[in-house]
């Protein structure tokens, strides 16, 4: 599956960590990579505009196009992070 693309500047998680502030001030989305994989996008609000809230809507209308996943996904997919963060078994692992 190919992740969805956007008009963004692409840093490491380390750069993107040191620097922070810095994008925090920006406008610009910015994709954050590890071992050259993306792992995210970080999108500044500066002031939640109507505008926005819009270009966030269509960017998530956007996402589950490119990922359709059932609520039912969606939850299994936060309960295995949560695990993972918490250095647990998975969830999903027991259940199938």
Do not use: C, N
């Not at 969606?74 to 250095?87: H, S």
């Amino acid at each position: 599956m190919t992740a969805p693309t956007l008009d963004a500047t692409s840093v490491g998680i380390r750069e993107f960590r040191a620097d922070l502030a810095e994008y925090i001030a920006g406008d610009a989305p910015i994709t954050i990579t590890k071992h050259g994989e993306t792992v995210g996008v970080f999108v500044p609000l500066r002031r939640p505009s109507a505008e926005d809230v819009q270009r966030l809507l269509e960017a998530a209308a956007a996402f589950r196009e490119a990922m359709p996943l059932t609520e039912a996904e969606v939850e299994e997919i936060a309960a295995d992070f949560d695990a993972l963060r918490r250095g647990r078994p998975l969830p999903s692992a027991s259940s199938k």
